[in-house]
């Protein structure tokens, strides 16, 4: 979850304020990418990133550095349960923020909602994306230890009536895979360029592809395994079904229609309807003063 706090976290140093973000030793590069001042603590890679339970020394970690620090306020991600544990357990007033819409939430456990930005890194946009395409794409994408077989899909889409730009790591394509000619491939960071043009959106189930697909309104088609998570919510609100397998996502990209597109439609307006990222920072500074 924490390519779903940036915004924030960038609203608030933007108004004035010092932020530093935690995690374990893995997530250095991607936080200084992101802009922002690094603290690694000492666990496991312990999936703060990726929703796992998290791993105590990690826990330990972060809840020393907000003490020593004398941090005024610890902020996590409410969709984020390690996250949201951190906060809860920290010495300085805790705050839960929540970038899914609230009718996906299920019962409010006092969480601040939040209008959730897409972002997934530093991306350069390329001459093949600074026009619309010619008809709308179907998008795929990927993120370590999801439910997504890209190899496999990957074979399959030659087979398929489709336009396909697939934004994922070149970590998970491995190396001879064969890319057909109705597939181009991007990085992952890429998401949110390609997403405004696409029909519908096939993924593992990554929190940040379901948020991101959220914020576009785009149609979304998991394949999770037996982890449905936000997901399995998503496809509960008529915005996305669950598919069983590459070839089954493939085929229900092909046949998405109107009806998965007016209920993406309705969860992107409840999206834009929380706060955004800087009209959130006063409330945060309220709530550490009070």
């Known amino acids: 979850m924490f390519h779903e706090m940036v915004p924030l976290a960038w609203a608030v140093r933007c108004a004035g304020h010092e932020v530093r973000a935690c995690g374990p030793a893995r997530m250095g590069e991607t936080i200084t990418d992101a802009g922002l001042p690094a603290v690694l603590v000492d666990g496991s890679d312990g999936a703060l990133l990726d929703g796992a339970l998290l791993d105590g020394a990690l826990l330990d970690g972060i809840l020393d550095f907000a003490g020593r620090w004398r941090a005024d306020l610890v902020v996590g991600p409410g969709a984020d349960r390690p996250g949201a544990l951190a906060v809860s357990r920290s010495g300085a007033d805790p705050l839960v923020v929540d970038p899914v819409p609230r009718s996906l939430r299920g019962i409010d456990g006092g969480s601040v909602a939040v209008r959730h930005v897409p972002y997934h890194g530093p991306a350069l946009v390329g001459e093949a994306l600074r026009r619309p395409p010619r008809q709308p794409w179907t998008c795929v994408t990927s993120a370590a230890g999801d439910g997504l077989p890209i190899p496999e899909l990957f074979d ?128 945060l500074v309220r709530f550490a003063t009070n």
Do not use: K, Y
Request: overall charge negative.
């Open 156 to 283: 399959l889409v030659g087979e398929f009536d489709l336009d396909v730009v697939a934004a994922v790591d070149a970590g998970l394509v491995p190396a001879g895979t064969s890319i057909p000619d109705n597939l181009r491939l991007f990085d992952r960071c890429m998401l949110p360029a390609l997403l405004p043009h696409a029909a519908a959106i096939v993924h593992g189930g990554d929190i940040g592809a379901v948020l991101t697909a959220i914020a576009f309104g785009v149609p979304q088609i998991a394949v999770t395994g037996d982890d449905v998570g936000l997901a399995g919510l998503v496809a509960g609100s008529g915005a996305g079904v669950l598919a069983g397998d590459a070839e089954d996502a493939l085929e229900r990209a092909v046949t998405a229609d109107h009806h998965l597109r007016r209920s993406a439609d309705r969860l992107r307006g409840e999206l834009r309807s929380a706060p955004p990222p800087h009209e959130l920072v006063g409330a």
